[in-house]
């Protein structure tokens, strides 16, 4: 996949998360007209929705420190290749994505022993999930130190604000793992446990959050790390095909000089 494709589709992971996220609280708001008499529809959109929408934001966190890392030409800073970093955590980001959603089919049955077994699965997705986040917020903590104490010439460009960035990104992921572990929270205790009883919760520590992810990267998104990105790669692909000439050039002229023939 080439960098003009990431650029375009990382945005696209956020605006389906935010879409999400509106038609999940819409569902819920329907939900509550319907008391005592609930209907099945709402309860299962809203479900599936405001689960699986988070790992979307959190794809497109993944996508963008990448974008950093090489935009300031720091790949030998992180512990995983750039090349590899979206692709391992995005891959990853979407076992968590089908497993919750899978989890979240199963809460939707009319069976209680089915919808136990839903729960539990959407609870070891949501563990998953916070393991490989945690992973990926210590990685961009080292790349970010090691960056600092040593700067990259990329990295003094004063149209590459990426410090401003590293901490936008910490802001972003601190909302995502808030809400990770409060559900993971509200998953142990059941489904007649004091978070799912008091919906203020999901409002608090769901709502709030994915909602301020949306914000900041509405008003601060870097799309000026992802055309930085997209050049460096094009400008990598313009010059390996000429090295490659030069050296086969003084090969061949190192095989027909003078010394050669001797």
Known sequence: ??????????????VIGGIFEFVGY???????????????????????????????FAASIYMVLGRIILSVDAESYSLIKQKWLTKTFVISDVVCFFV????????ASS??????????IVLAGLWIQIVIFGFFVVLALIFDR???????????????????????????????????????????EGFQGYIILHEAFLYVFDAVPMFSVMVIFSIWYPSVF??????????????????????????RGEEHSPQAAR
């Open 111 to 120: 069976h209680a022993s089915m919808s136990k077994t839903g729960a539990d």
């Open 146 to 188: 090691r960056l600092r104490a040593v700067p990259t010439r990329q990295s003094k460009d004063g149209l590459l604000p990426w410090k401003r960035f590293m901490w936008i990104l910490y802001i972003a992921c601190t909302f995502i793992m808030i809400r990770n572990i409060v559900r993971v929270a509200e998953f142990i």
């Open 226 to 251: 992802f055309k930085r990105a997209e050049k460096t790669k094009l400008d990598t692909r313009n010059q390996d095909p000429q090295l490659s000439f030069r050296t086969l050039s003084d090969i």
């Open 26 to 56: 819409t569902a819920r708001a329907i939900s509550s007209t319907e008391a005592p008499h609930l209907t099945l529809g709402p309860y299962v959109i809203q479900t599936l929705l405001l689960l699986v929408a988070p790992p979307l």
């Open 1 to 14: 996949m080439t960098y003009y494709k990431y650029y375009h589709y990382d945005p696209s992971l956020a």
């Open 100 to 107: 919750q959603l899978a989890g979240a089919g199963l809460m």
